[in-house]
């Protein structure tokens, strides 16, 4: 006589579903984590370019305030290093001009290359200033991030413990909470992108400075 020997089979499916479907049992998905309502994700999708670029003053102001609030010293020395390089990018580019000018110009070609000479001087001159002030820049920053990813942390955690203990059962609290706790951790992220676009904008404006020197309907309207 003989016995079947059953081995206990995992449960499937049912048909016309696939794995994904299933409930986890454990854990929780880093986008759930991130965005445990709707409402986060269609606010996300709502941005436009306009909206980013009402926000962005206020976020660079406040990015600023929290950078001196911290750390005065390494704020001061960003700001400074910022204001230079866009100094120097216009520096350079009124020396490129020039330079261009003088290779262009009627004459030998030795005299003008003699002619040249100084204002390649000043674009080589520039060109190391800034690539120092980045240097500069990258330092600060390095020395600023911890600094303020500590702040926004003993931040967050007192606010939490200043908390009554009711306002966990409150509606919106969790959602608060993880609002909080999200803007703690990308508060060293926020002011070393705030600090790009300051970069940007002293590049930007050197730019226009030299555009305007040089003639004022080169500037794009």
Same mark, same amino acid.
């Given at each position: 006589?003989t016995?079947?020997?059953?081995?206990?089979?995992?449960?499937?499916?049912?048909?016309?579903?696939?794995?994904d479907?299933?409930?986890?049992?454990?854990?929780?998905?880093d986008e759930?984590?991130?965005?445990?309502d709707?409402?986060?994700?269609?606010?996300?999708?709502?941005?436009?370019t306009?909206?980013?670029?009402?926000?962005?003053?206020?976020?660079v102001?406040?990015?600023?305030r929290?950078?001196?609030?911290?750390?005065?010293?390494?704020?001061v020395?960003?700001l400074?290093?910022?204001?230079?390089?866009?100094v120097?990018?216009a520096l350079g580019?009124? +020396?490129?001009?020039g /330079? @261009? &000018?003088?290779?262009i110009?009627?004459g030998? *070609?030795?005299?003008? #290359?003699?002619?040249?000479?100084?204002q390649?001087?000043?674009?080589?001159a520039a060109?190391?200033l800034?690539?120092?002030?980045?240097?500069?820049?990258?330092?600060?920053?390095?020395r600023l991030?911890?600094?303020?990813a500590?702040?926004?942390?003993v931040?967050?955690?007192?606010a939490?413990?200043?908390?009554?203990?009711?306002?966990?059962?409150?509606?919106?609290y969790?959602?608060?909470?993880?609002?909080a706790?999200?803007?703690?951790q990308?508060?060293p992220?926020?002011?070393?992108?705030?600090?790009d676009?300051l +970069?940007?904008t002293a /590049? @930007? &404006?050197?730019?226009?400075?030299?555009?305007? *020197?040089?003639h004022? #309907?080169?500037?794009?309207?």
């Amino acid at each position: 006589m003989t016995s079947a020997i059953t081995q206990d089979q995992p449960a499937q499916p049912p048909k016309g579903t696939s794995r994904d479907d299933e409930p986890e049992e454990a854990g929780v998905r880093d986008e759930e984590y991130l965005y445990r309502d709707a409402s986060r994700l269609q606010a996300g999708s709502l941005l436009t370019t306009r909206t980013m670029a009402r926000r962005l003053p206020a976020l660079v102001l406040r990015s600023v305030r929290m950078a001196w609030r911290v750390d005065r010293g390494t704020t001061v020395g960003l700001l400074v290093c910022q204001t230079a390089t866009g100094v120097f990018a216009a520096l350079g580019l009124l +020396a490129v001009t020039g /330079t @261009l &000018t003088s290779l262009i110009s009627s004459g030998a *070609v030795v005299q003008r #290359l003699w002619d040249a000479a100084p204002q390649l001087a000043v674009v080589a001159a520039a060109t190391g200033l800034r690539a120092l002030l980045g240097i500069a820049v990258v330092w600060l920053t390095g020395r600023l991030r911890p600094v303020l990813a500590r702040a926004a942390e003993v931040t967050m955690v007192e606010a939490t413990l200043g908390a009554e203990p009711a306002a966990n059962n409150k509606p919106g609290y969790n959602d608060a909470y993880d609002i909080a706790d999200r803007g703690a951790q990308v508060t060293p992220d926020l002011v070393e992108e705030a600090q790009d676009v300051l +970069a940007a904008t002293a /590049t @930007l &404006t050197a730019g226009a400075t030299v555009l305007t *020197v040089l003639h004022p #309907l080169l500037l794009p309207s």
